[in-house]
């Protein structure tokens, strides 16, 4: 059975929550959709875009933990319209995450696009994987180019996602997004300034003809 984002999200005390706050009627019916339990084309490319995602696991004492992922954009890796992967990069060696799926494999990711305004949801079961545990999925997750040493894959099976609205996400931008926006500007400052150069030649540092 398929499963929608609301129907894992809408606990008892999440229905208690919208009754009382009087939203209770706007999801009464999104559980019927099911179209959410794979990937389309439009979340692929969304997903390939990105550098940075944000995993919450659960430890076995109950307390949930927000970890942050990064690297290059496309380093989330979808295999296939069910299953993403990424290679684990070393960090500070708290190994919070890892030990948090090895005891409870539901996680949920949230993806955010602050230059476009969007945010993508999404539940998984997670699983980490050793490097030499599936070759062709190491090969295809690890990022060569990216200087970080690789201890582990995650691979995250889709249970069902959602796109969140727009509200009240800042619009942020990238070096490398900037750097494409301002291109243009510095290939004109530097036509400008060339025929400056040129004017200055021929006319001298005032810009005006000789008398």
């Given at each position: 059975m398929a499963y929608g984002f609301m129907d894992i999200a809408r606990t008892p005390a999440v229905r208690a929550a919208q009754a009382e706050m009087g939203a209770d009627h706007l999801w009464a019916d999104f559980e019927g959709h099911r179209d959410f339990d794979?990937?389309?084309?439009?979340?692929?490319?969304?997903i390939a875009q990105q550098d940075t995602l944000y995993l919450a696991s659960v430890s076995e004492t109950g307390w949930p933990y927000v970890q942050h992922r990064g690297g290059p954009p496309g380093f989330l890796k979808m295999i296939d319209n069910q299953t993403l992967a990424f290679a684990d990069?070393?960090?500070?060696?708290?190994?919070?995450?890892?030990?948090?799926?090895?005891?409870?494999?539901?996680?949920?990711?949230?993806?955010?696009d602050y230059a476009r305004r969007a945010r993508l949801k999404?539940?998984?079961?997670a699983e980490t994987l050793a490097l030499d545990a599936e070759p062709q999925l190491t090969e295809r997750v690890l990022d060569k180019g990216y200087g970080a040493k690789p201890e582990r894959l995650f691979r995250l099976r889709l249970q069902a996602f959602d796109w969140n609205c727009p509200q009240h996400i800042t619009r942020r931008y990238t070096e490398t997004q900037i750097a494409a926006v301002a291109q243009p500007l510095r290939e004109r400052i530097a036509q400008l300034e060339r025929e400056n150069a040129a004017l200055q030649a021929r006319f001298g540092p005032g810009g005006a003809p000789p008398g």
């Open positions: 794979r990937f389309t084309e439009q979340e692929a490319g969304f990069y070393r960090g500070n060696r708290q190994y919070i995450s890892t030990g948090n799926v090895k005891a409870h494999d539901r996680a949920c990711m949230i993806l955010v999404i539940y998984v079961h």
